[in-house]
């Protein structure tokens, strides 16, 4: 069975400091794909990154950056240098590989708070 | 930038109705979704639906609940005689490929059950 942990429900930093969303997924399959998705106040699902199993390269994208490390089966997000509109719900999912559709698992989702 | 497209943004409804949900995929997307979020809780996989017919489909999503894909544009979550804890905010997602494409979400259909 897929699962994803996020533990931190709520995180809440002061403006400009950085911040890590932690993930730790569990899945038998060796194929799979890891995703971060924000989902701000107003309630869509905004996609930020993906990730397949083979790939371990961290990637920046301006303040935010992604650690994949399947030792530990994780993938951390942190955003550096936050701002108030980074608030939001962030959600790290789990794609399922094979069979010929794509059955995502989400997390509980961390709600991040960006104090001004 | 394609999008994909969902109505009502918001339906109240009495327990029992029936309530039909809509959504327009992104047009050369050959595979679709429908996950449903109640109120701060997390995203949890309904539905995936390609070629016409059920891929995938969890254990939430029982015979209280149908899809459908009417004609080449829509594609319509039908919930049959609504309870109160299908109040929810129900997300559909296209996505180009089956495996480790991209989902893309609408921007979700709140349903409120009374």
């Known amino acids: 069975a897929q699962k994803v942990t996020q533990a931190q429900t709520e995180i809440s930093v002061v403006e400009k400091e950085d911040v890590t969303l932690d993930c730790v997924y569990e899945?038998?399959?060796?194929?799979?794909?890891l995703f971060w998705y924000k989902q701000p106040p107003s309630g869509e699902l905004v996609f930020l990154i993906r990730?397949?199993?083979?790939?371990?390269q961290n990637e920046i994208s301006g303040r935010y950056s992604w650690n994949f490390q399947k030792s530990t089966s994780s993938f951390n997000f942190t955003i550096t240098a936050s701002q108030v509109v980074d608030s939001a719900v962030y959600f790290c999912?789990?794609?399922?590989?094979?069979?010929?559709?794509?059955?995502?698992?989400f997390g509980t989702g961390t709600k991040l708070q960006v104090i001004p | 930038e394609p999008e994909v497209t969902q109505t009502p943004s918001h339906q109240v409804t009495q327990m029992g109705q029936e309530v039909i949900l809509r959504c327009v995929p992104i047009?050369?997307?050959?595979?679709f979704y429908w996950y449903r979020q109640i109120l701060g809780q997390k995203v949890e996989f309904l539905v995936s639906?390609?070629?016409?017919?059920?891929?995938?489909k969890s254990e939430i999503f029982d015979d209280q609940f149908s899809v459908e894909r009417p004609d080449g544009s829509n594609f319509t979550l039908k919930i049959r005689s609504t309870k109160l804890e299908d109040s929810a905010m129900y997300f559909c997602?296209?996505?180009?490929?089956?495996?480790?494409?991209?989902?893309?979400f609408g921007e979700g259909s709140r349903l409120t059950v009374l």
């Open positions: 997602a296209s996505s180009e490929r089956s495996v480790g494409g991209e989902l893309f």
């Open positions: 899945t038998r399959d060796t194929t799979y794909y």
């Open positions: 990730r397949n199993s083979f790939d371990e």
């Open positions: 999912a789990l794609g399922q590989a094979g069979g010929g559709y794509q059955k995502v698992t």
């Open positions: 047009s050369n997307h050959l595979y």
């Open positions: 639906f390609y070629n016409n017919e059920i891929s995938e």
